[in-house]
């Protein structure tokens, strides 16, 4: 992937035919000051990184940016923040809408599902935190709901994520998805024990857009893999102590 707006070629632009006015980006590992196990653009005030180094990686984000991003107290809910009513200092929340330019709607993840949204119309964005916990607690369908407007207006973006061969879960995990939608069951392969599950935290993100109303052709992204590019990738799973990427999407003045 190329860079755009001034971003580092080290990141990622979203391959995602956005609106004009819409600008989105993904940041990676890369480019930042933070030390080992950080190394280096940790973006994440909560995992005992340097405050001066974190400091600097996010001053160097939003100096690629339209202005500072709006970063949430992230605690694997449902709970979607309005980005006028959001302070700079992390208002609680999995999930944030935008509606006007000045607003930086940013996730931050280590292996949990980032996804970003777009009215087709270019007059709102959003962001979603969507862990397996948000996934399961409807993070995604709070979300769209958020964004106002019929879901088949809006497009999104499924961005890094632990993958299907990666993320193995217990029988509570997949029950809890198909307590649901029993039609989920083939987002889970048997793991490597009984009650062991590999599970496709892609495909579960997309069958419930789809269960919403959005279009299959209006979800773009998936096919990462955390775990498996630590070149590129923070991941929680694969070296427990480890920083924060974000995911980043805001409405052009």
């Known amino acids: ?15 995602w035919p956005l609106p004009p006015g819409v600008g989105a980006c993904q940041t990676t590992r890369l480019g930042g000051v933070s030390p080992p196990p950080y190394q280096s653009l940790n973006l994440g005030l909560h995992v005992q990184d340097e405050p001066q180094a974190v400091a600097e990686n996010r001053r160097r984000l939003a100096a690629c940016l339209p202005a500072a991003p709006l970063w949430l107290n992230q605690v694997h809910g449902c709970q979607v923040v309005e980005a006028t009513r959001a302070t700079p200092d992390g208002t609680e929340g999995d999930g944030v809408v935008a509606r006007a330019p000045g607003r930086v709607c940013a996730i931050m993840t280590a292996d949990c599902l980032p996804v970003l949204f777009c009215a087709r119309d270019g007059s709102a964005v959003g962001a979603a935190h969507a862990g397996w ?7 995604l369908e709070a979300t769209v709901a958020a964004m106002g407007g019929a879901p088949d207006q809006l497009s999104c973006w499924l961005g890094p994520a632990i993958g299907p061969s990666a993320f193995e879960v217990g029988d509570e995990v997949r029950q809890a998805f198909l307590e649901q939608d029993g039609e989920q069951a083939p987002a889970f392969l048997p793991g490597a024990a009984p009650g062991k599950w590999l599970a496709d935290i892609y495909a579960l993100a997309r069958r419930r857009l789809i269960r919403l109303g959005m279009r299959g052709s209006q979800i773009y992204g998936g096919g990462f893999c955390t775990v498996g590019d630590g070149e590129r990738f923070f991941s929680y799973r694969r070296d427990r102590v480890t ?6 999407i805001w409405l052009e003045s």
Do not use: D, H, K
């Open 1 to 15: 992937m190329t860079s755009e707006g001034g971003a580092p070629a080290f990141w990622l632009t979203p391959e």
């Open 133 to 139: 916990r948000g996934l399961a607690g409807g993070v």
């Open 243 to 248: 920083g924060r990427m974000a995911s980043l």
